[in-house]
C-alpha cells in the first residue's frame, strides 16, 4: 500500500488538483477567519472552525472527485485493476494521500492564528479541541467523496454529488426549527455532522461524536472497496 500512497501523493504534487485545492482552501479559511476572528474582535476562533464545516462542503470535493472517476475516465484504472494489489490497498492510499494533504493544508491554516496574541491570549486547548474535531470532520468527508467518486466517471459528477451529501450530513440539524416531533428532531441531531461539534467547540473531546465521525469514514471507506471489487470481478 505504501507504493500507492506515494503515488497518490506525488499525484497531488504534480498536477496542478494539489495546488488547486490548497488556494481555495487557504483562501476560504481566510475569509471564514477574518469575518469571525478579526472582524468581529475576539480571540475565540470557536465561531471560525464552525462555519469551516460549511465550508470544507465546498473545498473537500474538490480534493476527492478525481480520485476514481479520472482514472475510469482516462481507463487509467484498468492497470490497477489488473495489478496484484487489493481493493482495500487502492482504496486506503488514496483515502490516506487526501487525508495527507487535507491535513497539511490544514496546519498552514493555522498561520492565521498568530496575529491573534498581539490583540489578546487566545484559547489554545480549545483551538486543540477545535482542530482535532476538524481533522475527524475532515476524514469523514473525505471518505464521502471517494465513495462517490469510485461511482462515476466523470469528475464534475463526483464533486455535485459529494457536496449534495455533505450538504446534507452537515446541514440536516438546521430543519430541526421546523419540525414539531422531538422523536423526529433528536434523529436529525443525532445524524447531524454540525450538531456533534458542539463539544469540541468548547474544546472537549467527545468521544461518542469521534466514534460517529470514524464510524462514518469506515462505512464510506468499506462502501467504496465494496464498488471497486465489484468493478474487479464485473
Same mark, same amino acid.
Given at each position: 500500500?505504501?507504493?500507492?500512497?506515494?503515488?497518490?501523493?506525488?499525484?497531488?504534487?504534480?498536477?496542478?488538483?494539489?495546488?488547486?485545492?490548497?488556494?481555495?482552501?487557504?483562501?476560504?479559511? %481566510?475569509?471564514?477567519?477574518?469575518?469571525?476572528?478579526?472582524?468581529?474582535?475576539?480571540?475565540?476562533?470557536?465561531?471560525?472552525?464552525?462555519?469551516?464545516?460549511?465550508? $470544507?462542503?465546498?473545498?473537500?470535493?474538490?480534493?476527492?472527485?478525481?480520485?476514481?472517476?479520472?482514472?475510469?475516465?482516462?481507463?487509467?484504472?484498468?492497470?490497477?485493476?489488473?495489478?496484484?494489489?487489493?481493493?482495500?490497498?487502492?482504496?486506503?492510499?488514496?483515502?490516506?494521500?487526501?487525508?495527507?494533504?487535507? %491535513?497539511?493544508?490544514?496546519?498552514?491554516?493555522?498561520?492565521?492564528?498568530?496575529?491573534?496574541?498581539? $490583540?489578546?491570549?487566545?484559547?489554545?486547548?480549545?483551538?486543540?479541541?477545535?482542530?482535532?474535531?476538524?481533522?475527524?470532520? %475532515?476524514?469523514?468527508?473525505?471518505?464521502?467523496?471517494?465513495?462517490?467518486?469510485?461511482?462515476?466517471?466523470?469528475?464534475?459528477?463526483?464533486?455535485?454529488?459529494?457536496?449534495?451529501?455533505?450538504?446534507?450530513?452537515? %446541514?440536516?440539524?438546521?430543519?430541526?426549527?421546523?419540525?414539531?416531533?422531538?422523536?423526529?428532531?433528536?434523529?436529525?441531531?443525532?445524524?447531524?455532522?454540525?450538531?456533534?461539534?458542539?463539544?469540541?467547540?468548547?474544546?472537549?473531546?467527545?468521544?461518542?461524536?469521534?466514534?460517529?465521525?470514524?464510524?462514518?469514514?469506515?462505512?464510506?471507506?468499506?462502501?467504496?472497496?465494496?464498488?471497486?471489487?465489484?468493478?474487479?470481478?464485473?
Amino acid at each position: 500500500m505504501s507504493a500507492l500512497y506515494k503515488k497518490e501523493i506525488r499525484t497531488y504534487f504534480t498536477t496542478p488538483l494539489g495546488y488547486a485545492f490548497m488556494a481555495v482552501f487557504l483562501a476560504v479559511s %481566510g475569509c471564514v477567519f477574518a469575518l469571525s476572528t478579526y472582524q468581529a474582535q475576539t480571540s475565540d476562533v470557536s465561531s471560525y472552525f464552525q462555519l469551516m464545516i460549511f465550508g $470544507y462542503i465546498v473545498v473537500v470535493p474538490l480534493l476527492t472527485m478525481r480520485s476514481f472517476a479520472e482514472e475510469k475516465r482516462a481507463k487509467t484504472d484498468q492497470l490497477l485493476m489488473a495489478a496484484p494489489v487489493s481493493e482495500r490497498a487502492m482504496v486506503l492510499a488514496k483515502f490516506f494521500a487526501a487525508l495527507t494533504m487535507f %491535513g497539511i493544508t490544514v496546519l498552514l491554516s493555522c498561520v492565521y492564528y498568530l496575529p491573534l496574541f498581539g $490583540y489578546g491570549t487566545p484559547n489554545v486547548g480549545r483551538a486543540a479541541g477545535c482542530l482535532v474535531g476538524m481533522i475527524l470532520i %475532515g476524514a469523514c468527508f473525505i471518505a464521502v467523496g471517494l465513495f462517490v467518486s469510485s461511482l462515476t466517471d466523470s469528475p464534475v459528477t463526483a464533486c455535485v454529488g459529494t457536496m449534495g451529501i455533505l450538504a446534507f450530513l452537515a %446541514g440536516i440539524s438546521i430543519f430541526n426549527s421546523l419540525i414539531d416531533s422531538y422523536l423526529v428532531r433528536t434523529v436529525l441531531s443525532w445524524i447531524s455532522v454540525y450538531s456533534r461539534y458542539s463539544n469540541f467547540a468548547y474544546g472537549m473531546f467527545d468521544i461518542a461524536s469521534a466514534v460517529y465521525y470514524i464510524s462514518i469514514t469506515a462505512v464510506f471507506i468499506f462502501l467504496s472497496i465494496r464498488v471497486c471489487e465489484r468493478r474487479r470481478y464485473a
